[in-house]
């Protein structure tokens, strides 16, 4: 078996139950595999939890960096990367998160300053990409809009605003509308009514 293959399933089973409640012994049988054989592949559950995180942040940051690709509408770039990392802090396991906070707070450090910086790089380079494509205005101040954009993919946030009673796509909409209009200029809010119209986004 591979270790990639392992790390996906070891995944699958921390999203669904936590990671504190599932120790090494239920990871070597959901594996079909021996105990000891498992120890080949990890020194201890705290290197299970360590690997397993790094390799869903390597491919969380590999897909944000598919989808933004070179000279693309940077409206169109923010929509589709919105649209990836919403639906990741939608999905996540709120049991999955609380373990890795309590239990294992370097990890969960690394992780939120990766998730950080990398969001933050994405969004100021779509950001001079708006402008250079004459669709956002000239005086955005990058660090302030970029941090307010992290601030708004907080789980504990998003859990708040989603228990109003609207459903996931109208509260995207309003937010991804409400952060273009703020950073666009005529041009840029010219694009997004169309956007608006083709893609129902209202």
């Known amino acids: 078996m591979e270790d990639i293959e392992i790390i996906k399933k070891v995944s699958e089973l921390y999203m ?9 012994d239920d990871l ?11 120890y080949l592949y990890f020194k201890d559950k ?7 995180v790094r390799q869903g942040m ?12 070179p000279n693309s509408n940077a409206i169109d770039e ?12 939608q999905k996540a396991n709120m049991s999955f998160t609380y ?19 990398h969001i933050l790089t994405h969004v100021k380079q779509n950001m001079q990409t708006g402008i250079k494509q004459g669709l956002y205005r000239k005086d955005l101040n ?13 789980v504990q946030w998003f859990e708040l605003v ?18 273009i209009r703020g950073i666009a200029n005529n041009k840029g809010i010219e694009y997004l009514e169309k956007k608006i119209k083709e893609e129902k986004l209202h």
């Open 78 to 89: 923010l929509l589709i990367m919105s649209k990836y990392l919403t639906s990741k802090v």
């Open 99 to 117: 373990d890795l906070q309590k239990y294992y707070p370097e990890i969960w450090k690394w992780v939120f300053e990766n998730r950080k910086e």
């Open 46 to 52: 705290d290197d299970v939890v360590d690997k397993v």
């Open 142 to 154: 990058f660090d302030i809009i970029s941090a307010f954009y992290i601030f708004r993919l907080d």
């Open 28 to 38: 070597a049988k959901e594996l079909g595999i021996s105990k000891k054989t498992l």
């Open 162 to 179: 989603s228990s109003l009673d609207f459903n996931f796509d109208e509260i995207f909409n309003a937010l991804f509308i409400y952060h």
């Open 58 to 69: 390597e491919n969380q940051m590999g897909d944000l960096c598919e989808l933004c690709k």
């Open 16 to 24: 669904k139950y936590g990671i504190k409640s599932v120790t090494m």
